[in-house]
């Protein structure tokens, strides 16, 4: 089991910058795959980033050079920091993790809002 406890989402001014957490329930050295997705009203859930446990990373295109995923070994955090946000940014943000065993876990989310 793995439990994943996002935080850090809140109201921002296009423009503006947010930092999430997530807090990892075991050494994310041992998953092989983790990420963050997002859910705005009335739409599907869809991948914004992704990081290995060799540090590979990947974002959607809409985030591009935007956004920065990243994990602090030491406290089992994973980070997303998100730069220059639009409105079109607004949604439900959740951590995924899949440590390789056939299992994935989330998080419960956190809700970032960006308007002016």
């Known amino acids: 089991q793995v439990q994943l406890v996002e935080s850090g989402g809140g109201s921002v001014q296009p423009g503006g910058s947010l930092r999430l957490s997530c807090a990892v329930s075991?050494?994310?050295?041992?998953?092989?795959?983790m990420g963050w997705y997002r859910q705005a009203p009335g739409q599907q859930r869809d991948l914004v980033a992704t990081i290995t446990v060799i540090g590979n990373r990947g974002y959607a295109d809409s985030v591009k050079d935007r956004f920065t995923i990243s994990g602090d070994i030491v406290k089992s955090t994973l980070y997303l920091q998100m730069n220059n946000l639009k409105p079109e940014d607004t949604a439900v943000y959740y951590c995924?993790?899949?440590?390789?065993?056939?299992?994935?876990?989330w998080g419960k989310g956190t809700l970032v809002t960006v308007s002016s």
């Open positions: 995924y993790a899949n440590p390789g065993n056939g299992e994935s876990y």
């Open positions: 075991k050494s994310i050295f041992s998953i092989s795959f």
